[in-house]
């Protein structure tokens, strides 16, 4: 198994030196628990990776994984950049305290009035389509403005269909055959196009496909240099990397992927005579995914025609089970490393059939009342939960060596009303 599995000396799970069981008694279930240490340690790691091989190297942290203030806070402190996506996500980054200049916008089916926002927000913007750059040209404040364009480089990876984010299929970016031509129009619009961009797609622990990106995503930058006469101040070959989910999966080793991805850079840097541009990733679910756990609790033990085992969380609290069949290891959180006894399918509370954490999952005994932690619940979980079922969304704790903060309370029935009306004339 190539992920940490903390035990205490009482054996139960420890989650950045605090004890879960204590935890989800003291904050209740369903719980998000965030290990501060780790997410540190995931930054610097990668970010050692590859500055070590070229030192004008950044990294945007994808904050559509998780927008909690208080990871933004941590990665602020650790000098990050800032993926945004949408205009939330850029008001939510500069409450964190990023610096717009620190923040790229790359939004898709973008409309004129959020245009409108992150050009006076002074973020960089990284045009995902002619019709936003044409449209972004005719704000005012716009001319001699610098911006980025995404460019589909016609290679795709993804850990499902719905997280390949390049290839003909895709609905993200300009095409690698009109490339040259939307940077001359951007110039002719009157914009300083400085960047370039491609972002191929998530969870993809095979270096093959970034190896390819980034050759085909150079060429494409070469040839606008040469054939656009393009200064790039920065080259952002997006986010991606992926992290093990199941015991089988190995991590990706960082080092020597890093060594591979930025020799081929350097490479046609030097084949294109480009500059010294910086060298910009845009890793999400690598720096948050593996540093917190979902903790929810067994209420109910079921033989129907199947065993199951339900829980207190549902696909409204983590959704990756039900969306693209993703896996997360489930341990049970007073015996994490007990053998496996018998297979259950680990079913939430949300009123479908297709709320399930796991089908078969091979696990120890289990108890009404056991408290089970859902592995690696990082990224895209807290930021893709709903209130589906009229469910009251879960907390979310800090911990950095044992001490434990609440970075978002737990949701109340109040909250599910919040911003209704009802008409005065079905007033009872
Ligand atoms: N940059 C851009 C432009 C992106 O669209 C994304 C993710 C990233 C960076 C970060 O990708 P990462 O390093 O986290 O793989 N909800 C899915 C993942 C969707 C990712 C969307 N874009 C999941 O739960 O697996």
Redesign the pocket.
């Known amino acids: 198994m190539d992920f940490d599995l903390k035990t205490n000396e009482k054996g139960n799970l420890s989650i950045g030196g605090a004890d879960a069981l204590e935890l989800a008694d003291k904050y209740k279930t369903p719980l998000y628990v965030i290990d501060e240490t780790r997410i540190r340690e995931n930054y610097r790691r990668l970010h050692e990776a590859f500055s070590q091989h070229y030192d004008n190297f950044k990294m ?1 942290y ?1 904050c ?2 998780n927008t909690n203030l208080a990871v933004m806070r941590i990665l602020e402190e650790e000098g990050s950049g800032i ?1 945004a ?1 949408s205009p939330g996500e850029v008001y939510t980054s500069l409450l964190a305290g990023f610096d717009p200049s620190r923040i790229l916008f ?1 939004g898709n089916n973008v409309k004129n009035e959020e245009l409108e926002y992150v050009v006076a927000s002074g973020v960089t913007v ?1 045009v995902d389509s002619i019709s936003q750059l044409k449209r972004l040209s005719k704000l005012p404040g716009t001319n001699g403005m610098k911006i980025s364009i ?1 460019v589909n480089p016609n290679v795709g990876a ?3 269909e ?2 390949i ?1 390049g290839g003909p299929l895709s609905k ?1 970016g300009i095409m690698e055959e009109e490339a040259v031509e939307v940077y001359k129009l951007a110039q002719e619009l009157g914009f300083k196009p400085v960047g370039i ?1 491609s ?1 191929i ?4 622990l095979d270096p093959e496909p970034f190896k390819l990106a980034v050759e085909s995503l150079m060429d494409i930058a070469g040839a606008v240099h040469q054939d656009a006469g393009v200064e790039f101040d920065f080259i952002d070959f ?5 992290i093990p989910y199941t015991p089988e999966e190995k991590k990706l080793d960082i080092n020597l992927f890093a060594e591979k991805i930025v020799g081929l850079f350097k490479e046609k840097l030097g084949e294109y005579k480009l500059r010294n541009p910086t060298m910009c ?9 593996d540093t917190s756990v979902l903790l929810t609790r067994v209420n109910t033990i079921k033989q129907s025609y199947r065993k199951f085992a339900g829980v207190d969380a549902g696909f409204n609290t983590l ?2 089970p039900t ?2 069949g ?1 896996y997360h290891h489930v341990v049970v959180a007073d015996k994490p490393n007990a053998e496996p006894t018998q297979k259950l399918d680990i079913a939430g509370d949300v009123c479908e059939s297709g709320d399930l954490f796991a089908r078969d999952r091979p696990m120890p005994d289990v108890e009404e009342g056991d408290l089970f932690a859902i592995l690696n619940a990082g ?3 807290f ?2 939960s709903s209130q589906y079922n009229s469910r009251p969304k879960p907390a979310e704790l800090l911990v950095k060596n044992g001490k434990t903060e609440v970075v978002r309370e737990r949701e109340t029935f109040a909250d599910l009303l919040t911003k209704q009306n009802v008409p005065v004339r079905l007033l009872k």
């Open positions: 945007y994808a559509k994984a993926d996506v790359t990284n995404r993804g850990h499902h719905h997280c984010t993200f961009h972002h797609g998530s969870g993809i997006g986010g991606g990397i992926g990733i845009e890793p999400g679910r690598y720096i948050i995914g959704l990756r969306m693209y993703s990224a895209y979980g930021t893709m």
